[in-house]
């Protein structure tokens, strides 16, 4: 079966169940990047390895900061567009706000000292440029580099990861892989449908430490990706110096080639390995459902009272509103909230979409305080539902588990179909 047929089939089961709120958003998500054919590839590694000096090289020009400790603090996605007006950027901050910035002042927002752990809470940053390299749909993001002391730039980069469809994964010659990458590589190999590896700095060596270091690094990374001999044969590691500009130009060869020539496989691959861990995250989300099913009356009782009176304080809140400012996001935070109280109290994601194209939308106090009455007496309503609470319809409650039990075949069902579609 065609995978965005597959796709749109998930995204159509899971919006039959309010448990499955989010999972559904990001099935569709899926399904838009099928119908916009844009691949997304992800420059990653440890911090400190010149992912941004890369990345500039790769653009033919210093767009990106880059300097001698962590600079990287939050995702920069990298689009193509004409030259008419030139770079632009565009900071995404997570409660949908946006605001466009000079490229020159992309630091205050990306860089690891003046955006210590991500405190000004950007979601992601948009870089538009006229690089070549960019045409045809091609979307490169640059992360921040993992195992640094800075918890949060490894979380991003590796959510990223989950996202992209292919992945250039960074090596130095001034470093063998070490047990951070091994584990980085390990867990991001489940989502991309395409890997680059590079090794760069190879300028600061002789080519007999670069060949028996690139020898190395191929037979461990066949290990870490678990590939057989056949395609332990494939593996290129390309050797580069960012600085020196040295090997970039057969690195972007190799990425346009298959852009052109591959673009359907590796999308197909990558959307299919997103589905898969999709359906089991799910998976394990009904089973962590039905065990708060078995919990004690009174333990349940005590949770359902606590998020009542959460929601109750927070409805209070409402009387006390004074800035207007930004009605929107705030609304927007509100529910990211809620997400986390959720989670908390009944260890489920209730997923709240943030729209970025109307955070900034104009409200008055009575049009939030309006909506935000309605967010919370829906979520009352659905978690009630969730969990019919106080049910007891003997029937109604029997009907909910059965209707578990088929979700739970359709999946394996996806499962099955997209393992065998991906052979």
């Known amino acids: 079966m065609d995978i965005l047929q597959t796709t749109q089939r998930i995204q159509k089961t899971f919006e039959e169940y309010e448990l499955c709120r989010q999972q559904a958003d990001q099935v569709r998500l899926l399904a838009d990047k099928l119908q916009k054919k844009d691949v997304t590839i992800a420059v990653i590694g440890q911090f400190k390895r010149g992912k941004t000096t890369m990345v500039n090289s790769i653009l033919g020009r210093k767009l990106l900061p880059t300097g001698i400790v962590p600079i990287t603090s939050a995702v920069t996605r990298i689009e193509y567009a004409d030259g008419e007006s030139g770079e632009t950027a565009r900071v995404y901050f997570l409660n949908g706000l946006c605001e466009e910035v000079p490229v020159g002042s992309l630091h205050e927002y990306i860089s690891e000292q003046e955006n210590h752990d991500n405190e000004r809470g950007v979601a992601e940053v948009e870089l538009l440029t006229d690089s070549g390299f960019l045409k045809d749909g091609l979307i490169l993001v640059d992360t921040p580099g993992v195992g640094s002391v800075h918890e949060n730039n490894s979380k991003s980069a590796y959510d990223f990861a989950r996202e992209s469809d292919g992945v250039i994964f960074m090596l130095s010659v001034d470093s063998p892989i070490n047990q951070i990458e091994v584990d980085f590589l390990k867990s991001v190999r489940k989502f991309a449908g395409k890997f680059y590896f590079t090794v760069n700095k190879i300028d600061t060596v002789d080519e007999?430490?670069?060949a028996e270091y690139l020898e190395y690094c191929t037979a461990l990374i066949s290990d870490i990706m678990g590939y057989d001999d056949e395609d332990a044969k494939a593996i290129k590691l390309i050797p580069i110096s960012a600085r020196k500009q040295i090997g970039i130009d057969t690195l972007t060869d190799m990425v346009r080639d298959d852009l052109l020539n591959k673009a359907g496989d590796i999308m197909k691959?990558?959307?299919s390995l997103k589905l898969l861990e999709i359906l089991?995250?799910?998976?394990?989300?009904i089973r962590s459902y039905r065990e708060v099913l078995k919990m004690a009356p009174n333990v349940f009782n005590r949770r359902f009272s606590e998020?009542?009176?959460?929601?109750?304080?927070?409805?209070?809140k409402l009387d006390k509103l004074e800035d207007t400012k930004y009605l929107r996001a705030r609304l927007n935070e509100e529910k990211a909230l809620l997400t986390a109280k959720v989670r908390e109290l009944f260890g489920i994601e209730y997923f709240y979409f943030v729209d970025r194209s109307d955070?900034?939308?104009?409200l008055t106090k009575d049009e939030y305080a309006a909506e935000l009455s309605e967010t919370y007496e829906e979520l009352a309503e659905t978690l009630n539902a969730i969990f019919m609470y106080k049910e007891e319809n003997a029937y109604t409650v029997a009907r909910r588990i059965e209707d578990l039990n088929i979700l739970m075949h359709s999946m394996k069902k996806f499962s099955r179909q997209i393992e065998r579609d991906m052979v």
């Open 280 to 285: 089991k995250n799910t998976g394990t989300q």
């Open 269 to 271: 691959q990558s959307v």
């Open 307 to 316: 998020m009542n009176e959460f929601l109750n304080e927070e409805r209070d």
């Open 208 to 210: 007999e430490d670069l």
């Open 359 to 362: 955070a900034a939308e104009f």
